[in-house]
């Protein structure tokens, strides 16, 4: 069970994503904080959390100071950023101060869901709109340079369709139904694509694709 801390100061927001989450039978809204400050003395008791997922602007204490103080005392806790904000500069920030999450509130719960169980095992997570833009911004700015050999990974012809469908935004959800796959199964070869290409992220696994020719 995957025990979840929401901090969000909007009650009809909060309410809105504790039953969203707990649309998953393996996800549990353990405590509810209306600000950072509560968040922080919920964290600081013997409650059971695995990731705090929160706002960036709240009364008392923002999300970003947040953060900075649960890693000082109980840096196993992972936290997760929830924001309206694609501004890179929290974005930046965020994960500089230890976040292991940014989401953008738009997000559907299909890509919630999954990115709070990839962090929950380790990995770090940017949703796949903010990825979209990074990786946009990139190939306008002519970063990007192709090496000349591609690596000796074996892709199926299946996990080159669905790569092609992550960077293009496709959702675990959607790319099940577009393909006739279980969203199991869709997971499956997400974590199998970027397990074989050691990247960390999805926003990792789509900068490799491009860079080296396997996506456009």
Do not use: W
């Amino acid at each position: 069970m995957l025990n979840i801390l929401l901090a969000e100061d909007h009650n009809i927001v909060r309410n809105g994503i504790k039953m969203l989450l707990e649309a998953d039978e393996e996800i549990n809204v353990v405590g509810e904080a209306f600000d950072g400050k509560q968040a922080l003395e919920i964290v600081k008791s013997d409650l059971e959390i695995d990731i705090v997922l929160t706002d960036i602007n709240m009364p008392e204490m923002d999300g970003i100071a947040l953060i900075k103080e649960i890693k000082q005392i109980k840096p196993h806790i992972h936290v997760v950023v929830l924001s309206m904000h694609d501004n890179e500069k929290y974005i930046i920030q965020a994960f500089a101060e230890g976040a292991m999450g940014y989401i953008l509130k738009n997000v559907n719960a299909d890509e919630l869901v999954f990115s709070l169980k990839f962090i929950a095992n380790g990995g770090r997570y940017l949703c796949s709109e903010l990825t979209m833009k990074i990786v946009e911004k990139m190939l306008d700015s002519k970063q990007l340079q192709l090496e000349n050999h591609l690596p000796n990974i074996d892709f199926s012809l299946r996990e080159i369709e669905i790569l092609q469908l992550i960077a293009e935004g496709y959702t675990n959800h959607e790319m099940s139904e577009k393909l006739f796959l279980s969203k199991r199964t869709i997971e499956g070869h997400r974590q199998s694509l970027i397990d074989k290409t050691n990247s960390k992220n999805t926003a990792a696994l789509i900068k490799f694709a491009v860079r080296n020719g396997f996506i456009k």
